[in-house]
């Protein structure tokens, strides 16, 4: 039997175990892992090498595809083994998947002592500490419309670039996406802490702060909107680029777009998830737009903002998509002509709109060949953009040595493309100004401008 908890007395004593979290999933996951680092680390527990050095193993996990949460029951059923060999350790599942599935995943796997949902990680350390003495697995994953852990401390891992989560949830509930449903409603952080997040990151080193949310862009907080909110981080000093993601192709006035226009060391990058060319299918999908919408969008973006690139996210074979729908999309990505994106099947997730009222009815080969078409197409166009991009200048924020050839640096371009350079007098964290010499459908290779 599982207990319901909801407690949140005092910690038990827990001082110095060792806790490994693998994270899988989106960036908001990477920084849920920082924040549960965090609040473990401020009642004694400190971060283990592997699993196999852990008192406490957590899967933090993702519940967007099936395959996701395949992949996570096969990193179970070897944990299981693992908790045989050593009956002390703690075994939890966090995240998407655990509130998603609830009790559901104890069906599957009985040995798993947590299962902690996303806005239950303030409870972690007292969750933990009575894991270590109750028979039973442990349900936490009520949801809180209030939890944005504006006032915990993350431990970020250390680098050139770091998460801020700005925003938790999301309230669009479009019609295929359980998001909303394992990550509860829309909040924000108010802009005073993400300020002084950004700050405390700049004064740590971070060069480059990504601001999180499921829909970013729909921030608000207290009179707040989200053009507020980009002029107020890029006022902080000490930061070379700021980012953002996912944003929503609905929030971009030209208020907005005139606002990105005026930081100048945002990154030149906007992704616009599009999902559909087929006004039909975004009408069934609830996007709140149409293709002839979201082509005003591209044209206001690129006649805004030239030379930003343009990424996207695609889905193929969505219920009742016919030839034509589909036809519809890859009209749209010759049209658009994308910098690169993110292409998906279809996959029905229970408890969604589309799964309650929507027969998944096209076929798997169907799908898969939509797919490869629409992978094909767009591969095609990013080599030709790459390939236009030689000869012009970039700035690149240096991130390291090359993993292949340490003869090599690599970092990214302001619009977001991975750019290798030769070895020379810059470190990580510089922003290097180069001229793009050569490119392939995924990178570009530049050489610095001699001072
Ligand atoms: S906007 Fe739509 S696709 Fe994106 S997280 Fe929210 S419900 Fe999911």
């Given at each position: 039997?599982?207990?319901?908890?909801?407690?949140?007395?005092?910690?038990?004593?827990?001082?110095?175990?060792?806790?490994?979290?693998?994270?899988?999933?989106?960036?908001?996951?990477?920084?849920?892992?920082?924040?549960?680092?965090?609040?473990?680390?401020?009642?004694?527990?400190?971060?283990?090498?592997?699993?196999?050095?852990?008192?406490?193993?957590?899967?933090?996990?993702?519940?967007?595809?099936?395959?996701?949460?395949?992949?996570?029951?096969?990193?179970?059923?070897?944990?299981?083994?693992?908790?045989?060999?050593?009956?002390?350790?703690?075994?939890?599942?966090?995240?998407?998947?655990?509130?998603?599935?609830?009790?559901?995943?104890?069906?599957?796997?009985?040995?798993?002592?947590?299962?902690?949902?996303?806005?239950?990680?303030?409870?972690?350390?007292?969750?933990?500490?009575?894991?270590?003495?109750?028979?039973?697995?442990?349900?936490?994953?009520?949801?809180?419309?209030?939890?944005?852990?504006?006032?915990?401390?993350?431990?970020r891992?250390p680098g050139?670039?770091g998460?801020?989560?700005?925003?938790?949830?999301?309230?669009?509930?479009?019609?295929?996406?359980?998001?909303?449903?394992?990550?509860?409603?829309?909040?924000?952080?108010?802009?005073?802490?993400?300020?002084?997040q950004?700050q405390a990151m700049a004064a740590e080193g971070f060069r480059?702060?990504?601001?999180?949310?499921?829909?970013?862009?729909?921030?608000?907080?207290?009179?707040?909107?989200?053009?507020?909110?980009?002029?107020?981080?890029?006022?902080?000093?000490g930061?070379?680029?700021?980012?953002?993601?996912?944003?929503?192709?609905?929030?971009?006035?030209?208020?907005?777009?005139?606002?990105?226009?005026?930081?100048?060391?945002?990154?030149?990058?906007?992704?616009?998830?599009?999902?559909?060319?087929?006004?039909?299918?975004?009408?069934?999908?609830?996007?709140?737009?149409?293709?002839?919408?979201?082509?005003?969008?591209?044209?206001?973006?690129?006649?805004?903002?030239?030379?930003?690139?343009?990424?996207?996210?695609?889905?193929?074979?969505?219920?009742?998509?016919?030839?034509?729908?589909?036809?519809?999309?890859?009209?749209?990505?010759?049209?658009?002509?994308?910098?690169?994106?993110?292409?998906?099947?279809?996959?029905?997730?229970?408890?969604?709109?589309?799964?309650?009222?929507?027969?998944?009815?096209?076929?798997?080969?169907?799908?898969?060949?939509?797919?490869?078409?629409?992978?094909?197409?767009?591969?095609?166009?990013?080599?030709?953009?790459?390939?236009?991009?030689?000869?012009?200048?970039?700035?690149?924020?240096?991130?390291?040595?090359?993993?292949?050839?340490?003869?090599?640096?690599?970092?990214?371009?302001?619009?977001?493309?991975?750019?290798?350079?030769?070895?020379?007098?810059?470190?990580?964290?510089?922003?290097?100004?180069?001229?793009?010499?050569?490119?392939?459908?995924?990178?570009?290779?530049?050489?610095?401008?001699?001072?």
């Amino acid at each position: 039997m599982a207990l319901e908890t909801t407690q949140t007395e005092e910690p038990a004593v827990t001082s110095g175990r060792a806790v490994f979290i693998e994270t899988y999933g989106c960036q908001m996951n990477e920084a849920d892992t920082e924040l549960m680092h965090g609040l473990l680390r401020k009642q004694g527990y400190f971060v283990a090498e592997s699993a196999d050095d852990a008192d406490v193993v957590l899967l933090n996990t993702c519940a967007v595809r099936e395959r996701a949460e395949e992949r996570i029951y096969g990193r179970l059923g070897w944990l299981k083994s693992m908790k045989e060999a050593r009956p002390g350790l703690v075994l939890g599942v966090t995240g998407c998947m655990a509130e998603r599935l609830r009790e559901g995943l104890l069906e599957r796997a009985p040995y798993v002592d947590l299962v902690i949902g996303p806005d239950a990680y303030r409870r972690l350390p007292d969750l933990l500490g009575r894991a270590q003495v109750e028979q039973d697995a442990l349900i936490d994953v009520r949801l809180d419309r209030e939890e944005t852990y504006a006032d915990a401390e993350l431990d970020r891992v250390p680098g050139i670039s770091g998460w801020l989560t700005v925003q938790r949830g999301c309230d669009k509930f479009c019609t295929f996406c359980i998001v909303p449903f394992v990550r509860g409603r829309e909040r924000s952080l108010p802009p005073e802490e993400v300020v002084a997040q950004a700050q405390a990151m700049a004064a740590e080193g971070f060069r480059e702060v990504t601001l999180l949310g499921q829909t970013v862009s729909s921030y608000y907080e207290r009179g707040h909107d989200f053009a507020d909110l980009l002029t107020r981080v890029h006022a902080v000093e000490g930061l070379a680029r700021i980012r953002f993601t996912s944003p929503y192709p609905n929030d971009f006035s030209n208020r907005l777009l005139d606002t990105l226009a005026s930081l100048p060391r945002l990154g030149r990058h906007l992704h616009l998830p599009v999902q559909s060319g087929s006004t039909r299918i975004l009408r069934d999908m609830r996007r709140g737009y149409t293709a002839d919408a979201y082509y005003d969008l591209i044209d206001r973006t690129r006649a805004r903002l030239p030379g930003w690139a343009l990424t996207t996210d695609i889905i193929v074979g969505y219920p009742g998509e016919t030839d034509e729908d589909f036809e519809a999309t890859m009209e749209l990505v010759r049209r658009v002509r994308f910098d690169a994106a993110f292409m998906f099947r279809y996959s029905e997730r229970e408890g969604t709109l589309a799964a309650r009222k929507r027969p998944d009815d096209v076929p798997d080969d169907v799908k898969r060949e939509r797919l490869q078409a629409v992978i094909a197409l767009q591969e095609s166009i990013s080599k030709a953009r790459n390939e236009a991009m030689v000869g012009q200048d970039v700035e690149v924020l240096v991130a390291g040595t090359g993993r292949r050839n340490p003869e090599q640096m690599f970092g990214r371009s302001s619009c977001f493309r991975t750019t290798i350079l030769p070895l020379g007098p810059y470190q990580p964290g510089d922003v290097v100004p180069a001229r793009v010499v050569a490119s392939t459908s995924h990178t570009l290779f530049a050489e610095p401008h001699t001072p």
